[in-house]
């Protein structure tokens, strides 16, 4: 398997401008996770998908965030308008359910620098 | 509610020396442990998990990792540190009654290991 994938790994915009970040969890994999990562703050949990719908999105900042899943295979963590302190690294992890022990499985990353 | 904590935001250790990364934990039932390591411009990849059974639990690279309940702690080891160690290392931890929810990650530990 690939393992978890994202793209694009480095975005670099002006602020005011849409950021679309792209994941594929593992196939199989029935929990989808998004992160965010900065000096400041660590590793915080945005949102997760259980089956593709929502469970937890206490984590998502601001309005100015959007998650989606619309198959299995695919999630989107959009940010309109972006803002320079969006700047950060932002992981996309899945799990599988039927794993007692929700290991979870994390992506490369995607660097956002929002200018 | 389920907690960790990584008391130390850097160690520094020499090379050859015995390393440890100290986490503390906080869950109401049995929890279930799980050590992450990050290096540079990379995302969380997994060392070791504690479930059940020995308390000792050896992963990858060499390290591993003892569970106390006692004191709620289940610290990061290894026996004689590489260079190529260095990296940023994050304890992870799930409560066994809290279903199929996300891993709850302390802020991370910046291990630099000096030749």
């Known amino acids: 398997d690939a393992g978890v994938i994202q793209s694009p790994r480095h975005e670099v915009t002006e602020m005011g401008q849409e950021v679309t970040l792209r994941c594929k969890p593992i196939s199989g994999h029935d929990y989808l996770f998004w992160y965010r990562q900065t000096m400041m703050r660590g590793l915080e949990l945005l949102i997760y998908?259980?089956?593709?719908?929502?469970?937890?999105d206490s984590g998502m900042p601001e309005d100015r965030f959007s998650a989606k899943m619309p198959n299995a295979s695919f999630s989107t963590l959009k940010i309109q308008p972006s803002e320079p302190r969006d700047s950060a690294v932002y992981f996309c992890?899945?799990?599988?359910?039927?794993?007692?022990?929700?290991?979870?499985?994390f992506g490369p990353g995607t660097r956002l620098t929002v200018l | 509610a389920q907690s960790v904590a990584q008391p130390e935001d850097q160690v520094n250790v020499a090379e050859g020396n015995p390393l440890t990364v100290k986490c503390t934990y906080s869950?109401?039932?049995?929890?279930?442990l799980f050590w992450y390591v990050q290096y540079p411009n990379r995302g969380l990849q997994f060392l070791l998990k504690y479930i059940t059974g020995d308390n000792l639990v050896k992963g990858s690279y060499g390290f591993e990792a003892e569970f106390n309940k006692s004191q709620t702690s289940f610290h990061l080891k290894k026996p004689s540190a590489l260079v190529s160690d260095s990296a940023l290392y994050f304890c992870?931890?799930?409560?066994?009654?809290?279903?199929?929810?996300?891993?709850?990650f302390g802020k991370g530990t910046r291990l630099s290991v000096i030749a």
């Open positions: 869950v109401s039932g049995n929890p279930y």
């Open positions: 992870a931890v799930r409560d066994h009654l809290s279903g199929n929810t996300p891993l709850v």
């Open positions: 992890a899945s799990s599988l359910a039927t794993d007692t022990y929700n290991e979870q499985f």
């Open positions: 998908f259980n089956n593709n719908v929502p469970i937890d």
